[in-house]
């Protein structure tokens, strides 16, 4: 049950969760900036994950800089084609531990960071008193997020229209060329991606983008363990706008997860945004952040007390 406020602060003030952000495909930490922003004006801590090969830690090509050289850019190898699902759980597994120290924790992810974030609380579940998953993969009755790329409701995704997305490099590597100047590229994946937002709106978001990611992480076994994972209270943000992860698509994984474990299900909320939209709409992100229960039991738990 969320706790009351008293006089405008919430009366567990003291025990408020962390929220650990996890960003999706070709993205970084700075994805949630905004979110991040109008939660700690609500009081919260978050802080947002630079998983394995991303954020500072990514290899730009030099054939991405500009002046660019496109062929170049296709041949030349990718950092990213190494790195695992395993490598991206094991990462956010350490932070957990670290966080879980000041108290309750709720794990965002979003789009491909859904999958990791399935695996975390599978092998750790003691670190994770809520997920949320933001239009997020949740595999449960495929595989991998690869298999449900071959889904019906994934046909209906507007990315499939988006040409050159995604290129792949000589070793393995998913690279999509975010920089580019093709009228028609930015047209599609501008109505995939963030078809609510404008023009320029739209270019600020994919320069905060990074070219590679490893094809590794989706074509890797990212189910669930129905007694760890299938403990863990959670939700699914829909982002009911979304052209890349179609509602369609969406409403199928809370589906096939409420059928493995139907006595814990997901509390659906919806947002009536795309796929990258909420980072124009970070008041709201945050208002269901905030309004989120993180479990009764958590409020006489101290800081460092770890089940």
């Not at 991303?54 to 050289?69: C, E, N, S, V, W």
């Not at 690869?146 to 889904?151: E, G, I, V």
Request: proline share 7%.
């Amino acid at each position: 049950m969320a706790a009351e406020k008293v006089e405008g602060v919430r009366a567990d003030a003291g025990r408020r969760p962390t929220f650990v952000f996890v960003h999706g495909s070709g993205s970084n930490a700075f994805l949630w900036t905004s979110v991040i922003r109008e939660l700690a004006l609500l009081g919260h801590r978050a802080l947002a994950v630079d998983l394995p090969g991303h954020g500072f830690d990514a290899a730009f090509p030099l054939a991405y800089q500009a002046p660019q050289d496109l062929d170049a850019l296709v041949s030349e190898p990718s950092a990213m084609a190494a790195v695992r699902l395993e490598d991206n759980v094991e990462h956010v597994v350490g932070l957990l531990r670290r966080v879980a120290e000041h108290g309750p924790v709720v794990l965002v992810g979003h789009s491909l960071g859904g999958a990791t974030i399935t695996r975390v609380a599978s092998e750790a579940p003691e670190l994770v008193d809520r997920l949320v998953y933001v239009a997020g993969w949740c595999c449960v009755r495929l595989r991998s997020v690869a298999d449900y790329l071959q889904t019906p409701e994934f046909q209906r995704s507007l990315l499939l229209r988006v040409r050159g997305l995604p290129g792949v490099d000589r070793r393995g590597a998913g690279r999509t060329n975010w920089r580019s100047a093709d009228p028609a590229f930015l047209a599609d994946a501008h109505a995939a991606m963030m078809g609510d937002a404008s023009e320029e709106e739209f270019r600020a978001v994919l320069n905060t983008l990074q070219p590679d990611e490893s094809l590794r992480v989706f074509l890797a076994d990212s189910r669930p363990e129905p007694a760890t994972w299938g403990a863990v209270p959670r939700t699914y943000v829909r982002l009911t706008l979304d052209r890349t992860m179609t509602p369609e698509l969406q409403d199928l994984l809370i589906r096939e997860a409420d059928a493995l474990t139907p006595d814990n299900p997901f509390e659906v909320r919806d947002l009536a945004t795309s796929h990258l939209g909420f980072v124009r709409q970070p008041s709201a992100m945050a208002k269901i952040l905030d309004s989120l229960d993180w479990g009764p039991a958590d409020l006489d738990r101290e800081p460092g007390d770890r089940a």
